[in-house]
């Protein structure tokens, strides 16, 4: 099944999608955690690995980068894409110098002190800001901590250009504040340029912080995509437990294929039997396709776009028999596999 995860911006939280979350029941919603990880690869990688499966992911502003980058590593688990207040330009000039006035204020004076200063521009300068939001926004700043706020920024500066790997293919939804200044409406008409696909929501008297100023509106908009997107996405692997070998994913799984018939050679096999890993690194495989790869883990392989007429040349090298390799598939042991899938019997 779909899981929809939701992934907050710059020190932010549940508190911004506990709208949507709602609104999005009754599909499985995980909150992502980005407080730990040190740049927006690493996020994305560690969100990949936490959350297996079937995705469909919402980001919100720094999360929006984080959701662009999963895209990019692993479309084929990416069942829609939902980017809210955000942009893919590269680290503009002089950003890191006002980055860094905001790092050292916030390690001076506190995470209270930051909120003052950096939320009010986050809002809708159109009207005068709920005083019950901004004590609840305080209180979400408030739970980080400086070193966290410092890691974000610091994973920020270091962003990737998102608009020059931007290929995702799948469904897409963009939702910007009209009074969004921060991530403003024309930096996601450049998203739409970039994916035609994209479908691009605008709401009104709305800021940066639109899921929570106008949380309705922003939840029913979310929901109603996601679940007409989970639904049509639910037809994609149409044999119960059978990956599909579609585009996206013989696109994820190209590295892992290529490696696999590098095994065609006998330097190829040779390399391999000396020293594994070094041979896996002449591969840009993603480090879920390495580690299926060392642990024999077919099932998985297949998952990660490994097309099983070339990852069996593995099998030739270690060498594993075929009928392990379908009682792995089967997720059945030998046995088992043996005596219900192949009519036969094993014990006498």
């Known amino acids: 099944m779909t899981t929809v995860l939701l992934i907050p911006g710059l020190v932010s939280d549940h508190f911004v999608w506990d709208a949507a979350r709602m609104a999005l029941s009754p599909l499985p919603v995980a909150i992502a955690d980005v407080s ?9 990688r ?13 980001g919100h502003s720094m999360g929006g980068r984080v959701a662009m980058e ?12 939902a980017l809210l207040n955000t942009g893919t330009h590269p680290r503009r000039e002089g950003e890191e110098a006002k980055r860094q006035a905001m790092i050292d204020h916030a390690h001076a004076q506190g995470m209270a002190a930051l909120a003052a200063v950096w939320l009010p521009g986050m809002m809708n300068a159109e ?8 004590a609840d926004l ?11 706020h410092e890691r974000q920024l610091r994973a920020l500066l270091a962003r990737p250009d998102a608009a020059a790997t931007l290929a995702y ?5 963009l939702i910007v504040g009209r009074q969004d200044q921060w991530s403003p409406v024309a930096q996601h008409q450049d998203i739409a340029r970039l994916c035609p696909q994209a479908r691009l929501e605008i709401v009104e008297d709305a800021g940066h912080f639109a899921p929570v100023e106008q949380p309705a509106a922003v939840a029913a908009l979310l929901a109603n995509w996601a679940h007409a997107v989970v639904a049509a996405d639910a037809g994609l692997d149409r044999i119960p437990d059978t990956p599909l070998f579609d585009r996206p994913r013989s696109n994820n799984g190209y590295a892992l294929n290529k490696m696999a018939m590098g095994l065609s ?3 190829g096999r040779a390399a391999f039997v000396a020293d594994e890993p070094a041979y896996l690194d002449r591969f840009a495989l993603t480090p879920d396709q390495r580690a299926a790869v060392l642990a024999r883990d077919w099932a998985e392989m297949v998952r990660l776009g490994g097309n099983l007429f070339y990852i069996l040349k593995i099998s030739a090298v270690d060498p594993t028999a075929i009928r ?5 598939q089967a997720g059945l042991s030998l046995d088992t596999f043996l005596d219900t899938r192949l009519g036969k019997v094993t014990n006498g």
């Open 265 to 267: 050679s006998p330097e």
């Open 46 to 58: 560690d969100l990949l690995a936490r959350h297996p499966g079937r995705l469909m992911i919402a």
């Open 324 to 328: 392990a390799i379908g009682a792995a």
């Open 70 to 81: 999963m895209a990019r590593m692993a479309p084929g688990r990416i069942a829609g894409m």
């Open 127 to 134: 009207a005068v800001p709920d005083p019950s939001l901004m």
């Open 169 to 173: 293919k799948g469904p897409m939804l």
């Open 138 to 148: 305080t209180a979400m700043v408030c739970r980080m901590t400086p070193e966290i």
């Open 36 to 44: 730990t990880q040190v740049s927006i690869p690493d996020m994305a």
